[in-house]
């Protein structure tokens, strides 16, 4: 790879800019690699660090699915440090590369199967089009601002040479005899051998060379692209967590989470141009690992609404019972054993993380239905335990048969036991 940093003419749009990245895109090294090279030959193509490339293939893998598949395509068109073309285009019969036809046809695809995935099953609503996008800007924002720089020397196709065959037809050397050397004319006819010429002065000793002067280390100017996508990031979840406070469903755990993840990632990839925000990546590796978890089916229905701590209520009236009892984590005890007889009622209880339990009168007609993400559910004599299960529906008379007050009952949680038993 060539080091020049000639800078070329100015880039004036969208396609000569795309049209000037092919013709110098990154070219996957043989030192420095983890698996393909892909991320090594973006970082010393535009001059960043390849640990941050690594954290933003990572990141996009998670937040949308999109790594993965673009690394295929790194490792699929950007040829080798020593390769003539890509793999793609070796398969098509356009050079030499050192990743075979058939690898390529594997790539290929892996690419599509993988592409699809992340588009079709992403965790985050539309996350894999964002993080294909999210690539795909930065890649052209760093080729306008640094795609004058490293740009790699191309290399040269082998050249075939015609086997030497002697002047024999049978014979591999040359039989020829040289031709005598040409003398050439000597005016003073005299034998060279019999010259006395003086000796040459000796050279004079080399002076040594004087130590480096010392320089003291230059501190590296401090960049503010950490803070502030830190602050940002705060920020950011803390409206999400409002707004789910607030009402707004659709800021529930996971959805919070891959908002914060999107902020740090754009934040990596600010600090790839401006040459900071390393300490970002204590930041994304975590949320990284939420978000994966929050993606298993116990927490894909976790709200952060209802506070925390313990619940226990029994309401003695209509006015009383509310139609939601709802708690982000901690206990639940609802007692409706102490409500009056008459019209019919209904109420909910949802729970992120703890036990619920809810009490009913033993003559009433019961219609329920109760559900968990991770645990034990058991209701009126009816169970389900471990993850994910299916919900327990149906309607209880009691002892008595029909006849009694009616309840509609549903009672969720997305990690705990649900209970509800008459008393």
């Known amino acids: 790879m060539s080091g020049a940093s000639t800078k070329p003419g100015v880039l004036n749009g969208f396609e000569e800019t795309v049209k000037d990245f092919w013709v110098s895109r990154p070219r996957r090294p043989h030192s420095g690699r983890k698996l393909a090279g892909v991320a090594a030959a973006i970082g010393r193509r535009y001059g960043i660090d390849p640990v941050v490339v690594r954290i933003a293939f990572v990141v996009t893998t998670i937040f949308g699915g999109f790594g993965v598949p673009f690394y295929l395509l790194g490792w699929l068109f950007l040829p080798g440090e020593s ?64 795609g004058h720089e490293n740009r790699p020397a191309p290399v040269a196709a082998r050249a075939s040479y015609p086997a030497f065959t002697g002047n024999g037809a049978f014979t591999m050397t040359d039989t020829a005899e040289a031709p005598p050397p040409v003398r050439g004319w000597d005016p003073l006819a005299a034998d060279p051998a019999g010259w006395d010429l003086p000796d040459a002065p000796p050279a004079p000793d080399p002076r040594p060379t004087p130590p480096p002067a010392y320089q003291a280390p230059q501190r590296r100017r401090r960049s503010k692209v950490g803070s502030a996508t830190f602050a940002l990031a705060v ?40 040459g900071g925000g390393r300490g970002l990546i204590g930041l994304a590796v975590p949320l990284a690992i939420v978000g994966m978890v929050l993606t298993t089916s116990p927490f894909k229905n976790f709200d952060v609404r209802g506070g925390v701590g313990d619940l226990d209520p029994t309401p003695q009236s209509v006015a009383e019972l509310k139609p939601l009892y709802q708690h982000a984590a901690g206990d639940i005890r609802l007692d409706l054993t102490r409500m009056p007889a008459g019209a019919p009622y209904s109420t909910t209880v949802s729970n992120g993380a703890g036990d619920s339990t809810v009490i009913v009168p033993e003559t009433a007609d019961v219609t329920f239905e109760c559900s968990t993400g991770a645990g034990n559910a058991s209701c009126f004599g009816r169970e389900s335990d471990g993850v994910d299960q299916d919900a327990l529906t149906g309607t209880d008379n009691g002892a008595d048969g029909a006849g009694g007050q009616k309840i509609t009952l549903k009672v969720t949680n997305s990690v705990g036991n649900v209970e509800v038993r008459r008393g």
Request: glycine letters at 18%; a neutral charge; proline letters at 1%.
């Open 235 to 274: 920020l950011t979840a803390g409206g999400a967590v409002l707004a789910g406070l607030n009402g707004a469903t659709w800021f529930d755990a996971q959805h919070i989470v891959g908002l914060v993840l999107g902020v740090t990632g754009i934040g990596l990839v600010a600090g790839a141009f401006a």
């Open 83 to 146: 390769d003539e073309v890509s793999g793609f285009e070796g398969l098509i019969g356009r050079g030499r590369s050192s990743v075979s036809p058939a690898f390529a046809v594997v790539l290929m695809v892996l690419t599509v199967l993988c592409a699809g995935g992340s588009i079709s099953g992403s965790w985050f609503d539309g996350g894999g089009l964002i993080s294909c996008a999210l690539i795909a800007t930065a890649l052209y924002l760093l080729h306008r601002s640094r």
